[in-house]
């Protein structure tokens, strides 16, 4: 399965927004934290009982805004047995709802 690279998700514009959107509409839960640069969420516990963690930036001005939506999309993809560019096209017509 490939991954989604930061430079995909540049050419489709996808936005913190968006993810935090899908995260919160499939069960990710918002942590409560003091660092304003970042939401952290929630998710699925892993295989040790551990709740699995997913970090975004507040917003996609930050430097590092396309990596963590990589990381993002790949890991929700895994998690969700699916391949990060079937999470994609959600992600994207999803937005394309939102701006309709």
């Known amino acids: 399965m490939l991954e989604i690279s930061p430079q995909l998700l540049r050419e489709s514009k996808l936005s913190v927004n968006d993810m935090a959107t899908y995260l919160t509409q499939h069960g990710w839960e918002k942590v409560p934290n003091q660092n304003q640069r970042v939401t952290i969420f929630q998710g699925v516990n892993d295989d040790f009982g551990n709740p699995i963690v997913l970090t975004l930036p507040r917003n996609d001005s930050f430097g590092d805004a396309l990596r963590r939506l990589s ?20 992600l994207r017509d999803r937005s394309a709802h939102h701006l309709a």
């Open 71 to 90: 990381e993002a999309v790949n890991l929700v993809a895994f998690l969700e047995n699916r391949s990060p560019e079937s999470l994609l096209v959600d």
